[in-house]
């Protein structure tokens, strides 16, 4: 198994650019997370699925921060407009019974 | 939402020693409690979890202790090697969505170093 698959690995944009992550889960987990991590805040929640389903998004920090799975095998993040604080390594993980394997991560840098 | 208090932030343990990090938790409904470890600019890996059935699990050198009524829960690391320097975070499920997984929310962290 593959595992988590996150891309791309790294990202640089200027401000204001729009920037979409892609996450493919792992074959047959349910539930889907995304994570950012900073130094200053740690692992945070942003948002996660079961079954392709929004459960909570409490943790998307603003309106400019948004979320897709359009189906079991493939989910985005998008950030528009992005800024220099939404620099971050962002995480997506799969679960099917409570134990979450993370991807790689994205780390994130807007200039 | 959950609050998930971890320490210490940071521990140093000589090589073979023992270390031990805790972790407390507000909401007295969590039945889940995971321990990942993180290295270097990698990815969080999951090394042990509990459920709240029981009150510990052990699975070679690592350890994980739950006490519901207090509501913290402690990882437990004998015999420590260099490859145990990481970071260790615990976690507890940030609700209960009654299907399927629940988002985590994570403590800061605790970064252990083992000195030779």
């Known amino acids: 198994d593959a595992g988590v698959i996150q891309s791309p690995r790294h990202e640089v944009t200027e401000m204001g650019q729009e920037v979409t992550l892609r996450c493919k889960p792992i074959?047959?987990?349910?539930?889907l997370f995304w994570y950012r991590q900073t130094m200053m805040r740690g692992l945070e929640l942003l948002i996660y699925?079961?079954?392709?389903?929004?459960?909570?998004d409490s943790g998307m920090p603003e309106d400019r921060f948004s979320a897709k799975m359009p189906n079991a095998s493939f989910s985005t993040l998008k950030i528009q407009p992005s800024e220099p604080r939404d620099s971050a390594v962002y995480f997506c993980?799969?679960?099917?019974?409570?134990?979450?394997?993370f991807g790689s991560g994205t780390r994130l840098t807007v200039v | 939402g959950e609050n998930v208090e971890q320490h210490p932030s940071t521990l140093s343990v000589q090589e073979g020693d023992s270390a031990v990090i805790k972790c407390t938790y507000s909401?007295?409904?969590?039945?889940?409690f995971p321990w990942y470890k993180q290295e270097l600019g990698k990815r969080p890996q999951l090394i042990i979890d509990?459920?709240?059935?029981?009150g510990e699990k052990k699975d070679q050198r690592i350890a994980v202790t739950l006490n519901k009524t207090a509501k913290h829960f402690s990882l437990h690391i004998t015999e420590t090697q260099p490859e145990d320097s990481a970071v260790y975070f615990c976690?507890?499920?940030?609700?209960?969505?009654?299907?399927?997984?629940?988002?985590?929310?994570f403590g800061k962290g605790t970064h252990l170093i083992i000195q030779p």
């Open positions: 509990i459920r709240s059935n029981v």
């Open positions: 909401d007295s409904a969590s039945n889940y």
């Open positions: 976690a507890v499920p940030s609700m209960y969505s009654g299907g399927g997984a629940d988002g985590l929310t």
């Open positions: 993980a799969s679960s099917l019974n409570r134990d979450s394997d």
């Open positions: 074959s047959g987990h349910n539930s």
């Open positions: 699925f079961n079954n392709n389903v929004p459960i909570d």
